[in-house]
T-cell receptor, first 112, second 111 residues
């Protein structure tokens, strides 16, 4: 089992560019999450999904979109990147009802 | 609302010292409580959890007790090792598919 994987590991964007971060899990988990981690602020939830075809907003959803077309994949999109979106992004998955989230290794995004 | 407050770091200890990282919470309802650990360059990993009052979570020599009366979930370890150097996050979940994290406490253990 690879667990939770994230692509890419690093990316540098210019303001206004778009990109998609891919998260994949092979544990057949129903729930998936996208967080951002900023210094001194812990992790904040961007969007989450409780099953294929469903998504919901978290604490800081503005400027991001997500899609869950397949159960194993959860995509995070930035349509027009801004410097405020410079962060480390973590994806996580959870077996529904277990309360235990499994995290990917993170994507470090810099927007200049 | 829901929130987690944990002790600010960084914390530096000598090997074999006793560790306490304080965590208190505010929550509506009856949350589950967690400690996650993040080693350098990696994602977070669940260290231990407790799902109801007076439960004690334990793993790898770490333990924490869910204290409803003091709304606390302090992390302790009797004898830390260099390999315990990491960032530790306290978190709560109220069953609404949302983990609320503290800001993290960086622990450095020196030989």
């Amino acid at each position: 089992n690879a667990g939770v994987t994230q692509t890419p590991k690093f990316r540098v964007l210019k303001t206004g560019q778009s990109m998609t971060l891919l998260c994949a899990q092979d544990m057949n988990h129903e729930y998936m999450y996208w967080y951002r981690q900023d210094p001194g602020m812990g992790l904040r939830l961007i969007h989450y999904s409780v099953g294929e075809g469903t998504t919901a907003k978290g604490e800081v959803p503005d400027g991001y979109n997500v899609s869950r077309l397949k159960k194993q994949n959860f995509l995070l999109g930035l349509e027009s990147a801004a410097p405020s979106q410079t962060s480390v992004y973590f994806c996580a998955s959870e077996d529904s009802g277990s309360y235990e989230q499994y995290f990917g290794p993170g994507t470090r995004l810099t927007v200049t | 609302g829901n929130s987690v407050t944990q002790m600010e770091g960084p914390v530096t200890l000598s090997e074999e010292a006793f560790l306490t990282i304080n965590c208190t919470y505010t929550a509506t309802g009856y949350p589950s409580l967690f400690w996650y650990v993040q080693y350098p360059g990696e994602g977070l990993q669940l260290l231990l959890k407790a799902t109801k009052a007076d439960d004690k979570g334990s793993n790898k020599g770490f333990e924490a007790t869910y204290r409803k009366e003091t709304t606390s979930f302090h992390l302790e370890k009797g004898s830390v090792q260099v390999s315990d150097s990491a960032v530790y996050f306290c978190a709560l979940e109220t069953g609404a598919n949302n983990l609320f994290f503290g800001t993290g406490t960086r622990l450095t253990v020196i030989p």
